[in-house]
């Protein structure tokens, strides 16, 4: 496998902006301030157990790489989730953002080499059948980053 | 002019994810740390006196309104800028978010509308002679929200 970086993928494999995920108390709430506000719409919408989140994505754009760039709303379905911590001592607000990527365990791989902890040791489920992975913040510039491989 | 929301182009003529914008303390460190880690080139550079940072356009991907979707990082000027307050109180990390629109004057009034506080009472200059608005977070879910209009 060549890890030459070219003029169009980058060297991670990191092709677009995924999402935004942003923390909510409210997600009917959000979800109807970003519509009325901006008109974006819910694309899909779904509970995730294991990450204790009820959560939307609104669609804002395609990508040059086939895919889109989403708002993911994500509100706890629990006290203790990492997003009902992060509202605690946050407020709502940008809880982390993703980047897309074809081969998202190949991506983890690349920038795991980089010195960047990755969180997930294998690629766990994410929104809509996507697999997913979290990098740790403090070695993302403050930024908790996620890389994530479209599930269709 | 008619405000009626098409399949295309949100009411707000909001059509891309523009930015993320990203404080650093060493912007230096921080392009560093992102061309290693995920290999985001450096598209564009400048000093903003008015808004006192040095700042950087990392270009993720392309969107579908011709535009495209950046890093933005930020490291502040001076002691009292907005930026370098931010990091006092909330250290590195995810500073706002920027919609793109190609009319950024009608994309204000149009969400100003709605009850949200647009921060600026005309477009001010922004990222390579850009045209910017800054919209209250308290009104739009906590995120600091800047809307923009591209120089070119």
């Known amino acids: 496998m060549s890890t030459a970086p070219t003029p169009d993928v980058p060297f991670s494999?990191?092709?677009?902006?995924?999402?935004?995920?942003i923390a909510c108390r409210d997600l009917d709430a959000s979800v109807d301030?970003?519509?009325?506000?901006?008109?974006?719409?819910?694309?899909?919408?779904e509970v995730n157990e294991e990450q204790?989140?009820?959560?939307?994505?609104?669609?804002?754009n395609g990508t040059d790489d086939g895919g889109a760039t989403y708002l993911q709303?994500?509100?706890?379905?629990?006290?203790?989730?990492?997003?009902?911590?992060?509202?605690?001592?946050?407020?709502?607000?940008v809880h982390h953002i993703a980047f897309g990527t074809a081969d998202?365990?190949?991506?983890?791989?690349?920038?795991?080499?980089?010195?960047?902890?990755?969180?997930?040791?294998?690629?766990?489920r994410g929104t809509a059948g996507s697999s997913i992975v979290f990098l740790h913040p403090k070695d993302c510039g403050g930024v908790l980053t996620e890389l994530v491989q479209s599930g269709h």
Chains 1, 2 share one sequence.
């Open 13 to 21: 494999g990191l092709t677009r902006l995924d999402h935004v995920g």
């Open 33 to 45: 301030l970003y519509r009325r506000t901006y008109g974006f719409e819910v694309e899909h919408e």
């Open 52 to 60: 204790g989140v009820r959560e939307a994505m609104l669609r804002v």
């Open 73 to 93: 709303l994500l509100e706890p379905l629990r006290e203790d989730s990492p997003v009902a911590k992060f509202l605690d001592r946050n407020g709502e607000g």
């Open 104 to 124: 998202v365990a190949g991506s983890a791989q690349e920038v795991g080499r980089t010195g960047v902890r990755v969180l997930d040791s294998a690629p766990r």
